[in-house]
């Protein structure tokens, strides 16, 4: 049997088409994980939705002193959005990172 062997490289356009079948490669990769994530956190949506209805309908006594439950999920609310604004922000400023260093780096 003959032994195949890899077709010319064009050197001209190699980086480019290396490039691009990298970006391709690692695009579909981020598409199928994405997907994924979306969906197993709309299962959980789901799965906590039905706890929520099934709470819901205890007929729990009011405690003296307690906040609303209204009151009490703002809360949360704030510490999330104060979170992923602080991650939001290391990501910016990772990603003019890694641009700066792209643009030092010897072509």
């Known amino acids: 049997m003959a032994e195949k062997t890899a ?5 001209k356009n190699f980086a480019e088409t290396a490039t691009k079948a990298v ?7 981020q598409n ?5 994530l ?6 959980m949506l789901d799965a906590y ?8 309908k205890l007929n729990l006594p009011v405690v003296p002193g307690m ?3 209204a009151t009490m999920a703002k809360l949360p609310a704030q510490m999330i959005d104060s979170a992923f604004g602080f991650g939001t ?3 910016d400023s990772q990603r003019a990172f890694a641009k700066k260093v792209f643009e030092v780096t010897p072509a």
């Open 7 to 11: 077709p010319a490289v064009d050197p």
């Open 23 to 29: 970006e391709d490669t690692v695009g579909k990769a």
């Open 32 to 36: 199928q994980y994405l997907a994924m």
């Open 38 to 43: 979306n969906e197993s956190q709309n299962l």
């Open 49 to 56: 939705k039905s706890m929520f209805d099934g709470v819901s």
């Open 67 to 69: 906040p609303s439950v």
């Open 89 to 91: 922000a290391v990501l």
